[in-house]
């Protein structure tokens, strides 16, 4: 079992910047990848960014460039630093953790970004 729980969504203006946090339950050694998704209203689920336990990374490409992923193995506590936000940014902000061919998901952090 993993708990995730996130911070730092919020209202933020086209161009600006957040960070947001998921703080897992175990350590981040123990779990094969965690990652952000997003889903937009009625819109599916997809991926933003993901970690490996290996350190690894990948992005989906439309914020390549833009959003960073990164993590704090002390803290259990993985980050997304999402920079030049645009309003099609604007969803609930999910964190994933994947462990042994099963998904865990936190509550979800809404992001708006406005024009």
């Known amino acids: 079992q993993v708990q995730l729980v996130e911070s730092g969504g919020g209202l933020v203006q086209a161009g600006g910047s957040l960070r947001l946090s998921c703080v897992a339950s175990r350590s981040l050694f123990s779990i094969n990848a965690m990652a952000w998704y997003r889903q937009a209203p009625g819109k599916q689920r997809d991926l933003v960014a993901r970690?490996?336990?290996?350190?690894?990374?990948d992005y989906a490409d439309s914020v390549k460039g833009r959003f960073t992923i990164s993590r704090d193995i002390a803290k259990n506590t993985v980050y997304l630093e999402m920079n030049s936000l645009k309003p099609e940014d604007t969803a609930v902000y999910y964190c994933?953790?994947?462990?042994?061919?099963?998904?865990?998901w936190g509550q979800g952090t809404q992001v708006t970004v406005s024009s």
């Open positions: 970690i490996a336990s290996t350190g690894s990374t």
């Open positions: 994933n953790a994947y462990v042994v061919y099963r998904d865990y």
